[in-house]
C-alpha cells in the first residue's frame, strides 16, 4: 500500500501518527513527531511491525488482538520503546480506517506524557514537603475554600480540637465544624465571628478561643492567593494555654517581688546585684541604683570576714545549688543586724549559670520576741518571778548540788490567806496588784542566792539555798513579818497574813515533787491551826492527808455504786411531849466500807464537805429519805421525814428543783419531808435564800433550824424565813437540869419560838430528868436515846408499832400556820 497519500496529512499533525497495515501490522507511514519521539528518523520506522514498539504486556496483547481480528480501537496510557532502549510514556488511541478500496489501516496517534509526568512528579514532590511542612508545625492548621469546604488539616488541629477518628476517616465539613462548635465555651461568639471572617475575603484576624477543656487557643486567620487572587483561607491555631498560665505566673512572681516583706535581690554569676525589690532597699537604707553593682558581701555577711564569707557562699552554691543560714546585713549607718538569708544559682539548660537569686529576713523583731517567749515561759507573766518550770531546773540544780556536797537547803510553800476575800471584793485585778507587792516583799526578804517563785493563784515557792532548820525558821519569821506590815494601795489599807510550809532537803524528800508535796502538807497543817505561821514537815502530816484521800476515794466509789450497800440510812424516831408517840424520824447517814469498815459520819462527813462531794451524797440521802417515807405511807406508817441539807448543797442552783422531783418521783406529800438547816445557810447571801426557801415552802416543805444556837443566830431571820420548827442542839440538853446556863439557854429558845409561834425539838435527850425539864418548859417534841438510837428501816416499823404513831404527822399538833410580816 502507498504511503503517498498520508505523508502530508500526518506531517501536518501536532502529536505523533503512525499508519499501520490492517493485515501485516507494520508501519506504513510515521510523521517527523514520532521519529522524534523514539529518538529515529521517520523513515526508519517505515515497515517496523507494530509489535517491535510496545515496551509493555499488554500492548502485545492488544496487537495480537488486533491480528486475530478480535480488537480494532483502543484508548490508553501506555509505554513506548525508544531506539536506545529506553522507554517513554504516552498516550495513545489506535483506530481503524476504510479506505475508498475496502482496504483498511490502523491510525495510531501518540502523545508524549514525559513532560506531564515530570510536572505530577514535581507536584507530588511539592505537596510531601508541603505535608511534611504542616505536620511538623507545632500549630495546628485548617486550609479551607471561600466557601468553606476543607482543602486539609494537619494532626495537630485534629489533637488541639480532640476530634474523634470517625471524623478524620470520613469527609464530613459540616460534621467538623459542628465539633469545633460544641468544644468552644461561647458558641454564639465563636459563630459571629466565623461569619465576619467568611464576608471578608481579605481579612487578616487574631482570635482567642476558650475551649470547654479549659485549653485556650490562638486562632489566627490568613488569605490563601494564587496569581493575585483570594481562592480560601488557611487557619492557624496555636495552645497558649501554658504561655498565658506562664505570663500570670511571671506577672505574680514580679508582684511578690516588688511586694514581699522580705529582702530579694538578684545578682550576676560574679555575685554582684543586678536588681532588687523596695524591701531591700528598706532594709538596708540604700536605693536601687546603689545596690546595683555592690558584691553580695557588701549587703549579707556572716560572723566572720567578708572574703571568707563570699567564699563560703560560693563554695556551696557550687556543690548545692543553693546557701542558706544565719547571718547578719548591713545598712547605710554601718549597722549589723541578724537575718535569715538565702542564695540560689539559677542555670540555663545546658548548666551554665546565669543568676543567682538571694532572700534575706530581717530577725531583729524575731529574735527579741524568741527573748520575750523564753522569758515568759520560765517567768510568771504577772510578778516576774521564776515559774515552776525555771524553778524546777533550780532545784534541779541545787538537789545536784547539795548531794556532792552533802549539804542541805530548804523548800517554803506560803499560801496567802484568805486571798479570795480580796479578789471577791475588790475584783481581780485589784488582787493582781496585791500579787505583786506579796512578790516584792518576798523578794525583800531573801539572799541573792535563794529564789522565788509563783506556783500560780496565790502560792509561791521558795528555794533557801544551803540552809538548815534554823536558817529556814529566820527566813520564814522574816516573811511573815514583812508581809503583815499593811499594805496601801489605792489609799486602801489592809493587812495580808500567809501561811508557810517548810520542808529540807534531804529529810524530807529528795525530789523537787517529794519536797512540794510536803511542804504544802505542812502548809495545809498551818491552815487548819489557824493560818498566819509557819510549820516544819513531818512524817505523820501525810499520814493524816492520806487518810482523807483514801476516804474520798471509797466515798466515790460508793456513791458511783460500786457497791450499793456501802451507803445506808438508819431513823431515829421523832416523838411528841403530849401523847409520847413517834410522829417522825430523822433519816441519818451511815457508811460501812469493804476495806475500812463502819466509819462513823463525823469522820467522813467533814471530807466530803472539803471534796464537795457532799452534794452527791446529800441528794442521794435525799432522794431516798423520800423513797422510804413514801414506802411507809403505803404500808399505813405515816411519817415526816427529816432530812439534813449541808450548806453546799443547798446553793446549788436546781436544789429546789431536785426536791420537787424527789417528792414527785416517790409521790410523797410535800408536808411529809423537812429539811433541816444549819444557822450558817441562812445568813449566807440573805436575798438568795430568802428566794429558796421561799420556793420549798411553796412547795409545801417544812423547813427547821438544826443545832439552834450553836451558830450565828440572829432574830431578824427568824422573823423574816419560813421557818416552821426549832431543833435545840444536844450540847444544852447533855447537861440539863443540872446546868443552869444550858437550862437558861434552853427556856430561852422555846419561849422566843412559843412567841414566834415556831415548834421546838430538842435532840440528844437520853434520861427521864431531860425529858421533865423539856415538858415542863414547854417544848413540843424531842429525840434521842430515851426513845431509841438510829435504827434501820424494818427495825423502825417495828418500833413505831410498839410505841405507836401519833394522830397526825406533825405530833398531834397541826403545822403551824403563820403570816410572814413584812420586812
Request: hydrophobic content about 45%.
Amino acid at each position: 500500500m502507498s504511503i503517498a497519500p498520508w505523508q502530508p496529512l500526518i506531517e501536518g499533525m501536532l502529536e505523533a501518527v503512525w499508519i499501520v497495515d490492517a493485515l501485516e501490522l507494520r508501519i506504513l507511514a510515521a510523521n517527523q513527531v514520532a521519529g522524534q519521539l523514539l529518538g529515529i528518523q521517520a523513515a526508519q520506522l517505515v515497515g517496523a511491525p507494530v509489535v517491535d514498539l510496545a515496551a509493555t504486556p499488554q500492548d502485545v496483547c492488544f496487537w495480537e488482538d488486533v491480528a486475530a481480528g478480535l480488537s480494532d480501537r483502543i484508548l490508553s496510557e501506555t509505554l513506548l520503546l525508544r531506539a536506545d532502549g529506553s522507554t517513554v510514556p504516552v498516550e495513545r488511541r489506535v483506530s481503524r480506517v476504510v479506505l475508498a478500496d475496502a482496504s483498511s489501516v490502523y491510525v495510531v496517534g501518540i502523545r508524549d506524557l514525559s513532560a506531564q509526568r515530570h510536572a505530577e512528579s514535581e507536584l507530588e514532590q511539592l505537596v510531601a514537603e508541603l505535608r511534611a511542612t504542616l505536620e511538623s508545625t507545632a500549630d495546628g492548621m485548617l486550609v479551607a475554600d471561600l466557601d468553606g469546604a476543607i482543602r486539609g488539616y494537619n494532626h495537630r488541629f485534629a489533637e488541639l480540637w480532640g476530634l474523634p477518628q470517625e471524623l478524620m476517616t470520613e469527609r464530613d465539613d459540616a460534621a467538623v465544624y459542628a465539633w469545633m462548635a460544641q468544644h468552644v465555651t461561647d458558641p454564639e461568639q465563636y459563630a459571629a465571628r466565623l461569619a465576619a471572617i467568611a464576608h471578608a475575603p481579605l481579612l487578616e484576624a487574631e482570635d482567642v478561643l476558650v475551649l470547654r477543656s479549659g485549653t485556650v487557643l490562638e486562632r489566627v486567620t490568613l488569605p490563601q492567593y494564587a496569581r493575585g487572587r483570594p481562592i480560601g483561607r488557611v487557619y492557624s491555631f496555636r495552645d497558649i494555654t501554658r504561655r498565658l498560665a506562664d505570663e500570670a505566673r511571671l506577672q505574680l512572681a514580679a508582684k511578690v517581688f516588688e511586694a514581699s516583706l522580705d529582702a530579694i535581690f538578684v545578682t550576676d554569676p560574679e555575685l554582684r546585684l543586678i536588681a532588687a525589690n523596695p524591701s531591700c532597699e528598706r532594709l538596708t537604707g540604700f536605693s536601687r541604683a546603689e545596690l546595683i553593682g555592690k558584691p553580695i558581701h557588701d549587703i549579707v555577711t556572716g560572723s566572720i570576714t567578708h572574703d571568707h564569707f563570699a567564699e563560703q557562699v560560693q563554695t556551696r552554691l557550687d556543690e548545692d545549688g543553693f546557701w542558706e543560714g544565719e547571718a547578719w546585713h548591713l545598712n547605710r549607718e554601718g549597722q549589723t543586724l541578724p537575718c535569715l538569708a538565702a542564695v540560689v544559682r539559677v542555670c540555663d539548660e545546658a548548666g551554665t549559670l546565669l543568676h543567682c537569686i538571694g532572700f534575706f529576713k530581717d530577725l531583729s523583731e524575731t529574735i527579741n520576741a524568741r527573748k520575750r517567749i523564753e522569758e515568759l515561759a520560765y517567768t510568771d507573766a504577772l510578778t516576774g518571778l521564776p515559774n515552776r518550770l525555771m524553778l524546777a531546773e533550780r532545784m534541779e540544780f541545787a538537789i545536784g548540788l547539795a548531794e556532792r556536797d552533802h549539804s542541805s537547803f530548804a523548800l517554803l510553800f506560803i499560801d496567802l490567806d484568805r486571798f479570795k476575800h480580796i479578789n471577791d471584793s475588790l475584783g481581780h485585778l485589784f488582787g493582781d496588784r496585791v500579787l505583786i507587792e506579796v512578790a516584792e516583799r518576798i523578794k525583800d526578804c531573801l539572799r541573792q542566792v535563794d529564789i522565788a517563785a509563783r506556783l500560780g493563784g496565790d502560792e509561791f515557792l521558795v528555794q533557801l539555798h544551803k540552809t538548815d532548820m534554823r536558817g529556814a525558821e529566820i527566813i520564814a519569821r522574816r516573811i511573815l513579818d514583812r508581809l503583815s506590815q499593811p499594805f496601801k494601795l489605792d489609799e486602801l489599807s489592809f493587812t495580808v497574813t500567809c501561811s508557810i510550809g517548810i520542808a529540807l532537803f534531804p529529810e524530807d524528800g529528795r525530789t523537787m515533787d517529794d519536797l512540794i508535796k510536803n511542804a504544802d502538807s505542812a502548809m495545809y497543817h498551818v491552815k487548819e491551826r489557824g493560818r498566819a505561821g509557819f510549820r516544819f514537815y513531818q512524817r505523820q502530816m501525810n499520814v493524816g492527808l492520806l487518810s482523807r484521800m483514801k476516804l474520798d476515794h471509797a466515798m466515790r466509789q460508793a456513791l458511783a455504786g460500786a457497791d450499793g450497800r456501802c451507803f445506808r440510812l438508819h431513823y431515829q424516831p421523832q416523838v411528841g411531849f403530849h401523847d409520847d408517840a413517834i410522829f417522825g424520824a430523822e433519816a441519818l447517814l451511815r457508811w460501812r466500807d469493804p476495806e475500812l469498815g463502819e466509819i462513823p459520819p463525823a469522820q467522813f462527813i467533814p471530807v466530803a464537805e472539803e471534796s464537795g462531794l457532799i452534794v452527791g451524797i446529800g441528794n442521794w440521802v435525799l432522794r431516798e429519805a423520800a423513797r422510804q417515807a413514801a414506802a411507809w405511807n403505803a404500808k399505813g406508817l405515816a411519817l415526816v421525814m427529816a432530812v439534813n441539807v449541808s450548806a453546799l448543797q443547798f446553793q446549788q442552783a436546781d436544789f429546789v428543783d431536785g426536791v420537787a422531783r424527789a417528792l414527785k418521783e416517790n409521790g410523797l406529800p410535800p408536808h411529809q419531808l423537812e429539811l433541816e438547816l444549819t444557822e450558817s445557810i441562812l445568813i449566807h447571801d440573805v436575798d438568795e435564800t430568802m428566794k429558796r426557801l421561799e420556793a420549798l415552802a411553796a412547795l409545801g416543805v417544812r423547813l427547821a433550824i438544826d443545832d439552834f444556837g450553836t451558830g450565828y443566830s440572829s432574830l431578824s431571820y427568824l422573823k423574816r424565813f419560813p421557818i416552821h420548827k426549832l431543833k435545840i442542839d444536844r450540847s444544852f440538853v447533855n447537861d440539863l437540869p443540872d446546868d443552869d446556863s444550858d437550862a437558861a439557854i434552853v427556856n430561852a429558845i422555846i419561849h422566843m419560838a412559843g412567841a414566834l409561834r415556831l415548834r421546838v425539838i430538842a435532840e440528844g435527850v437520853e434520861t427521864a430528868m431531860q425529858r421533865d425539864f423539856l415538858v415542863a418548859a414547854g417544848c413540843d417534841d424531842y429525840q434521842g436515846y430515851l426513845c431509841s438510837p438510829a435504827v434501820d428501816a424494818a427495825s423502825f416499823e417495828e418500833l413505831a408499832r410498839q410505841v405507836g404513831l401519833a394522830a397526825t404527822p406533825a405530833g398531834g399538833v397541826p403545822p403551824v400556820q403563820r403570816q410572814l410580816p413584812l420586812p
